[in-house]
């Protein structure tokens, strides 16, 4: 091996350590926020300057991947393969929630009636140190909403109110929700959800009306904190209502 090789290797060594160093404070940017070693706002500033940097290692890495096949360095080229690898994957998920945050409106309260919005009760109490307000925020809000998810409306089942409920209840369930309250007689279903990476908590509540023969069935799912969910209460609302259409 040449000194060039030798100094490609290395470069394309360095590189790889570089982005897995990277790639584990990618991970700890949600672990540290969800064990309490810094607030969330710190978290997602870890989380991005990581990303940023996991980014430059990967376009430095094509570089030297390059290099050495033109050099017929095996070495340099296969370290810098996997660093390449490596760092791909792990920028893959912050990009996707730019990507996502770039395209969704700046709020946080998504529900399937904005003019009579389903309200919290059970879950008040676990809201004391939550920075969202738990009332909802009016007609911007919905406007913002409407737009921006125009499909979140709310779901007629034929059902009787009670067979909702009972099926309401068991697809908050498989969905890994904590159930806080679960009201047959006033047709209301209060939960907790927590998000994967960050443990965010956000809460959820579901109310089941009786319409004929038929029952309707509304969500709300909010956030505890941050000002955009990057989409996270509407996809929640999605899942849920899908799962209970699949129910019947």
């Known amino acids: 091996m040449n000194d060039r090789n030798k100094t490609g290797t290395v470069f394309a060594l360095s590189c790889l350590i570089g982005t897995m160093v990277f790639a584990v404070t990618l991970v700890l940017a949600g672990f540290g926020t969800h064990v309490g070693w810094w607030g969330f706002r710190r978290g997602l500033a870890v989380l991005r300057w990581s990303a940023y940097a996991e980014a430059a290692l990967v376009a430095i890495s094509l570089a030297v991947c390059i290099v050495s096949f033109y050099r017929k360095s095996s070495a340099g080229l296969l370290l810098s393969v996997v660093a390449c690898a490596i760092g791909i994957v792990a920028v893959s998920q912050p990009i996707r929630m730019w990507m996502t945050f770039r395209t969704v409106p700046m709020i946080h309260d998504i529900t399937t009636d904005t003019e009579n919005p389903p309200t919290f009760d059970a879950v008040l109490r676990l809201r004391k140190d939550a920075q969202n307000p738990a009332a909802y925020g009016g007609a911007e809000i919905a406007a913002q909403q409407q737009k921006a998810y125009p499909d979140i409306a709310p779901l007629f089942l034929e059902a009787t109110a009670d067979i909702a409920f009972d099926r309401s209840l068991s697809a908050a369930r498989k969905l890994g ?72």
Do not use: Q
Request: hydrophobic share 45%; net charge positive.
């Open 177 to 248: 929700w904590e159930i806080v309250r679960a009201d047959a007689g006033l047709g209301i279903i209060e939960a907790t959800d927590t998000t994967f990476w960050f443990r965010f908590k956000d809460d959820i509540v579901v109310r089941i009306t009786a319409e004929g023969n038929t029952s309707r069935v509304d969500i709300r799912s909010l956030s505890r904190v941050g000002k955009s969910d990057v989409g996270t209460n509407a996809a929640r609302i999605r899942t849920f209502l899908a799962a209970l259409r699949k129910t019947g």
